[in-house]
């Protein structure tokens, strides 16, 4: 599955150019011959786990209900109009996360997870918009998109979903099996299942500036030396005792303008922020790990590959893993580097790596970040 094919016969660069978060494109046959890569009992069985985010969605003329997951009981496939949305589904199977990963000409810091949609004749989630940008693989069945470039973004109120209230569509597409359909963020949809159908939608982060500035306060806040305390020798009578005084604000105002954010301070926030595993993802310890004698041993023979859920950037001499970061060496910071591109190791790389990464990989391996290559 070549980057080309992928997106229609153009590259990356000129995708990225003329398309991301300006306009929609529609690219037939973006996989020719693609058959789902999950059953549907097998997506089923995904959705009634409790490490797995999903949600049923009924619609009755215009009444939506939304249920949140484990979806142990769901509609008969008889039944019209209902979806089943089952997030990250790239987390717990191998086919999924390699289509995933086909989308890495977006850096890993933006790219979020795969979501399946299974819908029965006429399911959707109405006429709405995301604030991110999207690829919508047709992978089973046809769906009937509905695209516009709307301003009026103004929701119906009191619906479980964020719907449009005035949706105007400007284009129609079928997709089938194969087809894809990129769309900018802020780009009114609407998705109709024509039969029973599934589509997966590869979707990328982009995290609020309020969010993002909560979460550094936060991480800055075991970082901020402030050594002294308040006092004020020249205090004179207070004539207004409740009034709070200006040299008071002042000098704590000079004291406070001292902490100052470095591009280092933003570097390790933001790598840590960005490899944090969700909330509901969870790794498997190996039961029985090997020695660390005999892990090198077998790491310097076979190699060793990043698990699915695990996510690892790096900046400079930054290394970031499942929230986590330190600083390496050149040398470290080569080998690290390869691995967070590549997600493996050859055992010829391995057999380069310092002790300290060694030491690295082997508790990696024991909390299931990492394992030995088959």
Known sequence: MKNLTLLGGISPATFLRDYWHKKPLLIRQAIPGFKPLLERTALFELAAREDVESRLITQNQQDWQMEHGPQTSLPPLTQKQWTLLVQG??????????????????????????MISYATDGGGVGPHFDSYDVFLLQAHGQRRWRIGAQKDLTLVEGKPLKILKNFKHEEEFVLEPGDMLYLPPHYAHDGIAIGECMTYSIGFRAPAFQELGEAFLQFMA???????????????????????QT???ER????????????????????QYLSEPKASVFFDPVDKPLTPARFVQAAKKRGVKLARKTQMLYRQKNVFINGES????????ILLAALANDRALSGDAVAKASVDVLEAFQVWYEDGWLSLDA
């Not at 717990?92 to 795969?114: E, K």
């Not at 704590?252 to 790598?271: P, V, Y």
């Not at 330190?326 to 910071?333: I, N, P, Q, Y």
Request: charged share 30%; net charge negative.
């Open 326 to 333: 330190f600083a390496v060496g050149r040398e470290d910071k």
């Open 247 to 249: 040299p008071m604000v």
């Open 252 to 271: 704590i105002a000079e004291e406070l303008n001292k902490m100052q954010f470095t591009a280092d301070d933003i570097t390790i926030f933001l790598g």
């Open 89 to 114: 589904v790239n987390l717990h199977d191998d086919a999924v996360d390699a289509l995933l990963r086909q989308f890495r000409f977006i850096p890993d810091s933006r790219l979020d997870d795969l």
């Open 222 to 244: 075991d970082s901020i030396d402030l050594p002294g305390r308040y006092a004020d020798p020249d205090l004179t009578p207070a004539k207004n005792p409740a009034e709070l």
